[in-house]
Structure formats: structure tokens, C-alpha cells
Nanobody
């Protein structure tokens, strides 16, 4: 069992920045692609960003390219989402995701479909004021 704990959410003004962190515990972090999704009330969970276990391959949703960066520190078992130039419409809950790379440690960045994710964190709320 992989346990994911997000932190770093909160209130920020439009144009500001936040860095979310997701720390893993329990079963080894090794071999898992990691990602971030977001979900607004009453809407489906949507893909934001993913990163391969090796860290060299990433994928970002078009809506956040140029604003968000995903990274990971395997020594700390932590994945990060740096969010810059935040807009009020980014006011949603953000969820950390972990998916087994099944051997493709450097090329598999993780799924964009939330149904294909193996483990979820409990979510952290980001509120962007205008």
C-alpha cells in the first residue's frame, strides 16, 4: 500500500505562486510514476501533470503549460507541483497520484485518465483570490 500525503495548499492572490508537495510512505516509492490531478465540486477529476519515476519525462496539461512545473526528489520520496501565475479558476482541490511504472521507469510518465491511477492522496485545497 502506498500512502500519499499532500501539503502546500492554501490561499493565494491571483498572479501568485504555490508549491504543492506530496510525500509518500508505506510501500516503496520506487518504480512509481507520480502525478497531480485537480477536481472542482461537481466535476470530474482532471489531469494536471505527471512525471516518470526517473524524473526525466514529464507531461503537462495544455492549460497549465508555462505556468506549472512538476518535479520529484526520490531521496525524499516526494513529488512537487510548482504553480506560478495562478488564476482564480485554479481554485480547486489538487490530488496527488501514484501509478506503478511496471518496468518503464524512465519513459512512463503516468496516466492522464484518473481511472488508471493506482493510489490517491486525500487532496489539498488551493484558493486563488481575484
Amino acid at each position: 500500500q502506498v500512502q500519499l500525503v499532500e501539503s502546500g495548499g492554501g490561499l493565494v492572490q491571483a498572479g501568485g505562486s504555490l508549491r504543492l508537495a506530496c510525500a509518500t510512505s508505506g510501500r516503496t516509492f520506487s518504480g512509481y510514476a507520480m502525478g497531480w490531478f485537480r477536481q472542482a465540486p461537481g466535476k470530474e477529476r482532471e489531469f494536471v501533470a505527471t512525471i516518470s519515476w526517473g524524473g526525466g519525462s514529464t507531461s503537462l496539461a495544455d492549460s497549465v503549460k508555462g505556468r506549472f512545473t512538476i518535479s520529484r526528489d526520490n531521496a525524499k520520496n516526494t513529488v512537487y507541483l510548482q504553480m506560478n501565475s495562478l488564476k482564480p479558476e485554479y481554485t480547486v482541490a489538487y490530488y496527488c497520484a501514484a501509478t506503478n511504472s511496471r518496468g518503464s521507469y524512465y519513459s512512463f510518465t503516468g496516466p492522464r485518465n484518473p481511472q488508471d491511477v493506482d493510489y490517491w492522496g486525500q487532496g489539498t485545497q488551493v484558493t486563488v483570490s481575484s
